[in-house]
Nanobody, 114 residues
């Protein structure tokens, strides 16, 4: 049974930083592409960043230079370091494996105040 558990969301002022974590179980973590998505109120869910072991990560243009995705395969955990946060980063952030028809975590709320 696949489980993805996100943590780290919070309310932060604009310009602040947060680190999100996603702990995975039930998968061979090191073999999987892990994605971070977000969904803001009234908007579609979008890919923020993704990581495959041994491959350069990918980022949405809107977060390049501010967000960094990393992973610890020994801990089956993927992280999203978010710096220079903006109000438009406010969203529920989800961890994913397997793409749109794969598995999702429950989400963690990030609110950036202006």
């Amino acid at each position: 049974q696949v489980q993805l558990v996100e943590s780290g969301g919070d309310l932060v002022p604009a310009g602040g930083s947060l680190r999100l974590s996603c702990a995975a179980s039930g998968i061979v973590f090191r073999l999987n592409y892990m994605g971070w998505y977000r969904q803001a109120p009234g908007k579609e869910r979008e890919l923020v960043a993704g990581s495959t072991s041994g491959v350069s990560p990918n980022y949405a243009d809107s977060v390049k230079g501010r967000f960094t995705v990393s992973r610890d395969d020994a801990k089956n955990t993927v992280y999203l370091q978010m710096n220079s946060l903006k109000p438009e980063d406010t969203a529920v952030y989800y961890c994913n494996v397997g793409g749109s028809f794969g598995y999702w975590g429950q989400g963690t709320q990030v609110i950036v105040s202006s």
